[in-house]
């Protein structure tokens, strides 16, 4: 009974490697690109000219531009966090069915996650540069020229505008709206519409003046 359900699963193995790798030899045969170790394709992947792909990387629902760079463990076009409790008290996942763009000339760090869209698809611009370990939620569309730094958390259905920086670990909460050229310091918090360009800081993140204000003003009281 082992032996006959060893077969059976190593037949199986067989047949979906047989289904996936003429996929793979066409899409690397259309697309010349550099893959530096195993990566995981998923369904509806397409990827530009001269983009390299780093060991363990897992790529589904997603349309990746010409010269990125996706460092290693990093994951786009996943399913996004969206769930609701419907009118038996029951926890229902809300369909994920869009993709995540990636456009031209972009770099993410290893073990970065991007989040595919469920109504609209998650977008990152052109020219960004994303550190390790960040997290962009579903819906979300950044712009072009940004940076965002090591840790940072862009919840879902956010907007945010060109030339955006975004220190290590800024929180961003869904649905609010970032201008261009904004600057938010390490460890801010965004909980609404951030829209002048400028820099910002803090939880709340406000304006840096104001924010650096309240510290120095907190540190003389506790003297």
Request: charged content about 15%.
């Amino acid at each position: 009974m082992e032996v006959q359900q060893s077969m059976s699963l190593h037949t199986l193995m067989q047949q979906q490697s047989r289904k996936l790798v003429p996929l793979f030899i066409q899409m690397l045969s259309s697309v010349p690109m550099l893959i530096l170790g195993r990566v995981l394709f998923g369904p509806a992947v397409t990827a530009g000219q001269s983009t390299n792909i780093g060991y363990n990387v897992a790529l589904s629902n997603c349309t990746i531009g010409d010269s990125c760079v996706i460092h290693n463990g990093a994951c786009v076009g996943q399913d996004g966090f969206g769930f609701f409790v419907d009118e038996h008290g029951d926890m229902v996942k809300k369909p994920q069915t869009l993709k995540a763009v990636i456009e031209d000339r972009v770099e993410i760090g290893a073990n970065t996650c991007v989040d595919r869209g469920s109504w609209r698809d998650t977008t990152i611009g052109s020219h960004i540069k994303i550190d390790n370990l960040v997290q962009i939620g579903h819906n979300a569309v950044v712009g072009k020229y940004c940076m965002l730094c090591g840790q940072v958390r862009i919840a879902g259905s956010v907007t945010i505008g060109d030339y955006v920086t975004l220190g290590g670990r800024v929180a961003v909460r869904d649905h609010v709206s970032i201008a261009s050229k904004v600057c938010l310091a390490a460890n801010s918090c965004v909980t609404k519409n951030v829209i002048e360009p400028g820099d910002s800081g803090g939880f709340p993140a406000i304006p840096i003046h104001e924010w650096r204000r309240q510290v120095a003003s907190h540190s003389w009281i506790m003297k």
